[in-house]
């Protein structure tokens, strides 16, 4: 059954700074994963999608990597700003056939004090 | 393109009633999720369809809750009876060669 775990949970920076969500996940069978945004109250907005052959995916000032051997991904937000604030949330989705089951970790809440 | 449209947005019943939540997935999406999110954890999977066949339900409490998606298009999901437990953000997800696309949610609260 595949695990994904984000690290930290919380996390609180200046603006301006640049930072590293960190997420991980137990079983390298994926066919891809996808970081998503989270606003209070809010539904899941998409902000990434990685696919397993991919290392990495750049938007803006958000770049993300994965590494399926070591079953890890990193979400690098550049240039932080109060807009960001919100959980950002990790999905793997399994390549088991016909199932494609999207699994989630409990996310990391983000803070950019002005 | 509009995105996928969840309703209600809240609902309160109290414990033991009926709820049902409606989704409307992007068009032409093959893959339907319901998802349930319990306040500071990850969304967890309830029922996943690949147009109107169930795909994983291995998740979905099947004493109270059930599903369907109509046609391959629309869903409902029904929790009968309620328990205080089942409070939570209840997500429609819909996807299309493996990007998935969420809705806003329905916030329910059993009292």
């Known amino acids: 059954k595949q695990e994904v775990t984000q690290i930290p949970a919380a996390l609180s920076v200046p603006e301006g700074e640049n930072l590293v969500l960190n997420c991980s996940f137990t079983?390298?069978?994926?066919?891809?994963l996808q970081w998503f945004r989270q606003d209070p109250g809010k539904g899941l907005t998409s902000l990434l999608l990685?696919?397993?052959?991919?290392r990495e995916q750049t938007s803006g000032r958000l770049n993300a990597s994965l590494d399926k051997s070591s079953g890890r991904s990193t979400l690098y937000i550049a240039a932080s700003q109060p807009g960001d604030s919100a959980t950002y949330l990790c999905a793997v989705r399994g390549s088991g056939a016909g199932s494609y089951q999207l699994t989630f970790g409990k996310g990391t809440k983000l803070s950019v004090i002005p | 393109e509009a995105g996928v449209a969840q309703s209600p947005r809240y609902k309160i019943i109290e414990k033991r009633q009926s709820v049902a939540f409606w989704c409307n997935p992007i068009s032409g999406h093959a893959t339907l999720y319901w998802y349930q999110q319990i306040l500071g954890q990850g969304p967890k999977l309830l029922i996943q369809?690949?147009?109107?066949?169930?795909?994983?339900d291995s998740q979905l409490p099947k004493d109270r809750f059930s599903a369907e998606r109509l046609k391959g298009v629309d869903s409902t999901l029904k929790i009968q009876p309620a328990k205080l437990e089942d409070s939570a953000v209840y997500l429609c997800?819909?996807?299309?060669?493996?990007?998935?696309?969420f809705g806003q949610g329905t916030r329910l609260t059993v009292v």
């Open positions: 997800a819909s996807s299309f060669w493996g990007e998935a696309f």
């Open positions: 079983d390298s069978a994926i066919y891809n």
């Open positions: 369809f690949q147009n109107n066949g169930v795909v994983d």
């Open positions: 990685i696919q397993s052959s991919q």
